[in-house]
């Protein structure tokens, strides 16, 4: 049943491969958000991921925001575009990743290398310049997966994209659970394990529900970065906190 399963997501992938080298460049913006929305949420049924959004806002979501969340797994870019196809802020060892590194390359990700600050103000000006033209863009500001349950702290450089934009940042806390409700003891993508390791280990550990839960906006005027990493951190981190209880 595992090679099975593999089978399916090594088929999907390439599709994904074909997709991105030979369709993407006749397609416009929309057209590519379209086809990697229909990916993303194709991949995360080959997975068994079912994905429910939760609203924990009064608020309508922002048509203009940064999006930030917590970091558990490979599977969290996923989730995302599965609600809002975004461009995404990553680390640049994923773009060594099998397959994924590529796609994700392709899908428009921007690959930032850790300690590099000119890297950093790059990146910087091109995600004021998204926000400005209405891109969903989106980071993990921990910099790296941490165990479910647990939020490491949140760098804060990004978030003056915020500020610089005049847009809010919006929060999201993401949860795996399994079929008892408990945290999915699959998912997590820490220390040394590598992406073949995790992808089996999610295909051979039982259906996974996926929690995406969207929390008030952090109001960036007149706000520090500094200031908006903690509060970001916070909202999550209670969230989480609140959810296990």
Not at 42 to 51: D, I, M
Not at 178 to 194: C, E, K, R
Not at 230 to 240: G, S
Request: hydrophobic share 45%.
């Amino acid at each position: 049943m595992l090679w099975y399963r593999l089978a399916r997501v090594c088929l999907h992938l390439f599709v994904g491969l074909w997709t991105c080298a030979v369709v993407f460049p006749w397609l416009d913006a929309e057209g590519r958000m379209r086809r990697i929305h229909r990916w993303s949420i194709q991949l995360l049924g080959l997975c068994r991921v079912k994905l429910d959004v939760i609203h924990h806002a009064a608020e309508p979501q922002p048509t203009r925001a940064l999006i930030v969340a917590n970091h558990i797994s490979w599977l969290d870019i996923f989730v995302i575009n599965s609600l809002h196809t975004c461009r995404f802020v990553a680390k640049s060892d994923i773009r060594g990743w099998p397959l994924i590194g590529w796609l994700c390359d392709k899908a428009g990700t921007i690959f930032i290398a850790r300690g590099k600050l000119r890297d950093v103000r790059r990146i910087y000006e091109g995600l004021v310049h998204s926000l400005h033209e209405g891109e969903h863009v989106a980071f993990f500001p921990e910099g790296t997966t941490s165990e479910q349950g647990t939020v490491l702290p949140f760098h804060a450089n990004l978030f003056e994209a915020a500020v610089e934009a005049g847009v809010p940042v919006q929060p999201f806390a993401l949860r795996y659970v399994d079929a008892q409700g408990g945290l999915h003891p699959s998912v997590s993508f820490i220390g040394d394990m590598s992406f073949a390791q995790s992808m089996i280990a999610v295909l051979t550990g039982g259906p996974i529900h996926a929690e995406l839960i969207r929390l008030p906006i952090v109001v960036t005027t007149d706000r520090h970065r500094r200031e908006l990493a903690p509060l970001a951190r916070q909202v999550i981190a209670e969230e989480l906190l609140t959810a296990r209880h």
